[in-house]
């Protein structure tokens, strides 16, 4: 008999999608809270959660599973299907001409082009199907969109537009890739797949600070995610770290749900656009702290409660009373499961050759953010996709494939 499933989810939460989006590609049925919509759920789900404050908040029985990437490592390590009471299954390798590996702003618009070219391209989304739009509530510089666009919703019309020019589209992360011989094989959990030619576009993953307290306080005051979890601390302070684009819009976002809102900057200067700090400077509810690292998080075990921050210039120790941090420092490119087939630029990106896509291995592309660690802007990647569906489909009739 298989034990209930239960979700504990809300508005606007990309994670929560996630969440569901693994589950769904189980074929199993679950019971989802919407706790935003059902406030009177918020302390269930609290207790049942022991104590996190994140979302999604994923239970198997009476077992709590955790968060989305709780959900996904158990899956990762072979351990979900037993408890969802799901056998295994076995299926021959499908061949595909060209297979293209996440579903950012770059994977979609290689997939675009190159179903257009009548290429058959299959799609693996990875785990963050969507990529890091999905984490952003407004985007005002895609081009087309005079009021702006929420980043769900432009992922989610590219995924439409891919498809309807013929893109497979597969959920599920590629674990590794055998690009010694040809064709190709790529491996997304125990599904194997062959391909004449792959394009890279799995993007990359927030970084975390690494201090004292943060792993003890990660869904209990500590998140990557302001529109996720921000609804916990309504009428809170709160923290966020980073100096960029992103930092900007979630401290804009958290004014709108907190009492305080400090924004800490390990240098001087941000290097966000000249917009959003605008939009941050000009906001009452937010506290600028320059010249200053987080060094420490601390709590009562149930939830963090204080921030110990260090001035970077004269080592003076400063301690915030805060009840959320919001980390945006960043992110790693994802290539591990390239495991070292591809050669990688002294920051970890990719390299491609200057004026295209093409990486040392013939046949083999890469584009978004994977390779760029300088503009790191959807519109960028989404032309960069471009020139690996065409890079690929060029590649392609030469070599009468």
């Known amino acids: 008999m298989n034990k209930e499933i239960t979700i504990y989810s809300k508005n606007n939460c990309p994670y929560c999608v996630r969440a569901k989006m693994l589950l769904d590609s189980k074929k199993v049925n679950y019971t989802e809270i919407n706790v935003e919509d059902h406030p009177e759920q918020r302390e269930i789900m609290i207790k049942r959660s022991n104590g996190r404050k994140t979302f999604p908040q994923v239970l198997i029985g009476e077992f709590h599973v955790g968060g989305c990437d709780d959900l996904y490592a158990l899956n990762d390590s072979k351990r979900l299907d037993p408890l969802l009471n799901l056998s ?79 893109t497979k589209i597969i959920f599920g992360e590629l674990t590794k890739v055998n690009l010694s011989q040809r064709p190709f094989t790529i491996y997304s959990g125990e599904k194997i797949s062959t391909c004449d030619s792959l394009i890279i576009a799995s993007g990359a993953t927030a970084k975390y600070l690494n201090v004292p307290g943060e792993s003890d306080y990660k869904g209990k005051g500590v998140s990557a995610c302001a529109t996720c979890d921000g609804f916990f601390y309504k009428d809170e302070e709160v923290a966020v770290v980073g100096g960029g684009d992103t930092a900007m819009e979630e401290a804009s976002y958290l004014t709108k749900l907190c009492k305080k809102v400090y924004l800490i900057h390990r240098r001087d200067k941000f290097r966000a656009s000249q917009a959003m ?3 941050v400077k000009n906001n009452p509810k937010i506290e600028i702290i320059y010249n200053s690292s987080v060094q420490e998080i601390s709590g009562d075990g149930k939830e963090m409660n204080t921030l110990k921050v260090k001035n970077n210039l004269d080592s003076s120790v400063r301690s915030l009373d805060v009840k959320g941090l919001f980390i945006s420092i960043g992110h790693t490119p994802n290539t591990n499961f390239l495991e070292g087939q591809l050669p ?6 990719l390299k491609v050759n200057h004026n295209g896509a093409s990486t040392e291995i013939p046949g083999v592309f890469a584009c978004g953010d994977v390779i760029d660690s300088n503009y790191r802007q959807a519109i960028t990647a989404s032309g960069s996709g471009c020139k690996a569906a065409i890079d690929a489909e060029r590649w392609l009739e030469e070599n009468k494939l």
């Open 344 to 349: 990688l630029d002294e920051k970890g990106y």
């Open 277 to 279: 700090q605008d939009r």
């Open 88 to 166: 295994e299954t076995n299926s021959e390798a499908e061949h595909h001409n060209l297979a293209i590996v996440g579903s950012g702003p770059a994977g979609y618009t290689a997939a675009i082009y190159s179903a257009r070219a009548n290429l058959s391209p299959v799609l693996f989304t990875g785990r963050e199907k969507g990529g890091q739009l999905t984490t952003t509530t407004d985007i005002e510089n895609f081009p087309g969109f005079p009021n702006g666009i929420n980043g769900v919703e432009l992922m989610n019309s590219m995924e439409k537009q891919a498809e309807n020019f013929g």
